[in-house]
């Protein structure tokens, strides 16, 4: 069966069986209420050239076809996930159920998540969530190519009830990611200041996240269409190479200083439009790095194992994680600029705990 779902540039692998996860706190074992910490930072990420670093193979592991769970023997709905397809660094499983019967699992910290009987429409600023929105920077001829407003782009600073998912609070953002330019590549995207809860990379099993592609406003440019706008400027290759025309994910755990933690998740929006699914990522399966002057030196799980989570940063990316700019010599600002829109909506992001 065709593969959902394809690894990009850096390793995550998402599958659980647990159910969503709670209003942002952690549960060991019962998920309590998420103290404030300090102030999330509201600075946006760098716009200078992205790293180098290769990117994961995006063959999957496990091609089989997804195949639905047991049905529950009682009359009461419960959450669930349907088998996985496991990828190089990560898993992804369809949800049933979605929203219902849902509790924060044992062991488990909630960056983001509704369980039963959790706060509606939460304040994400209370969570310590911060977004950012260069789109509407007042350059009329930056964002030319852009599908909708500037607006459009905005990060909400309170969640909404999913119709989708049994009306759990979910965050909803058209992440936008640049083609060609390396300024401001990132246009938009969001992060939460965790530091307060003090947690480790190596007190993580795994990084759980329930996510959904929404078609309305995903817009994606094939690879053939970029081969085609870009032909005067780089090889057909090197567009193969950068991109795939699918959802890219970018989902960086930072230190707060040179230290990170970072997966690109590859979602194909056509054979997963309108649906939630659970991306599971062994935290051993993350690309770890430290970052000084724009040069990534590798790092392991057991180099960063000490090392407490300061902020969660996510952004819309390329497969490759990177821009052509570096490719086209000379730069000219008349290089067209081209834009991979991704209308995405996340029900828990989660830490299953060692």
Same mark, same amino acid.
């Given at each position: ?10 390793? =995550? ?5 647990? %159910?969503?996860? /709670?209003?942002?706190? #952690? ?43 047991? %049905? ?22 369809? +949800? #049933?159920?979605?929203?219902?019967? =849902? ?7 909630? &960056?983001?998540? #509704?369980?039963?009987?959790? %706060? ?58 640049? +083609? ?13 200041? &965790? ?43 090197? $567009? ?10 970018? +989902?960086?755990?930072? #230190?707060?200083?040179?230290?990170? /933690?970072? +997966? =690109? $998740? ?19 399966? $993350? ?21 407490? =989570? ?38 828990? &992001? ?5």
């Amino acid at each position: 069966m065709q593969s959902l779902i394809k690894t990009c540039a850096l390793p =995550i692998v998402l599958l659980s069986l647990t %159910a969503c996860g /709670g209003g942002g706190g #952690d549960s060991k074992p019962a998920p309590s209420p998420v103290p404030s910490s300090a102030a999330a930072s509201s600075v946006a990420p760098s716009s200078t050239p992205a790293s180098s670093v290769a990117a994961s193979s995006i063959a999957p592991v496990s091609s089989s076809a997804l195949s639905s769970s047991t %049905a529950s023997s009682t009359a009461v709905l419960t959450e669930s996930t349907n088998t996985p397809v496991t990828y190089t660094n990560y898993s992804v499983a369809t +949800i #049933d159920n979605c929203g219902q019967g =849902i509790a924060a699992g044992d062991k488990t910290f909630a &960056i983001f998540a #509704d369980y039963d009987g959790g %706060a509606q429409n939460q304040s994400l600023a209370t969570l310590n969530f911060s977004g950012w929105n260069h789109t509407t920077n007042g350059s009329t001829s930056e964002w030319a190519n852009l599908k909708k407003a500037g607006t459009t782009y905005n990060f909400s600073t309170t969640a909404n009830a999913a119709d989708s998912c049994n009306g759990v609070d979910s965050i909803n953002i058209v992440l936008v990611k640049k +083609i060609a330019d390396w300024d401001r590549q990132h246009s938009n995207g969001f992060e939460r200041n &965790i530091l307060a809860h003090g947690y480790k990379f190596g007190d993580i099993e795994n990084l759980v996240v329930d996510i959904k592609v929404n078609s309305a406003n995903t817009s994606i440019p094939s690879v053939a269409s970029l081969k085609t706008t870009y032909a005067s400027y780089v090889s057909a290759a090197t $567009v193969d190479a950068l991109d795939e025309g699918k959802v890219n994910v970018d +989902i960086t755990l930072h #230190d707060g200083a040179n230290l990170f /933690g970072k +997966i =690109i $998740v590859q979602l194909d929006q056509e054979a997963l439009k309108d649906q939630w699914v659970r991306v599971t990522v062994p935290m051993s399966k $993350v690309n770890f790095y430290q970052e000084i002057n724009y040069n990534r030196t590798t790092k392991t799980l057991a180099d960063m194992s000490n090392v407490v =989570i300061q902020r969660m940063l996510i952004v819309g990316e390329t497969k490759k994680g990177t821009v052509l700019r570096g490719d086209i010599n000379p730069w000219s600002t008349s290089v067209p600029e081209t834009f991979k829109e991704m209308d995405l909506s996340f029900k828990k &992001i989660e830490f299953q705990l060692k």
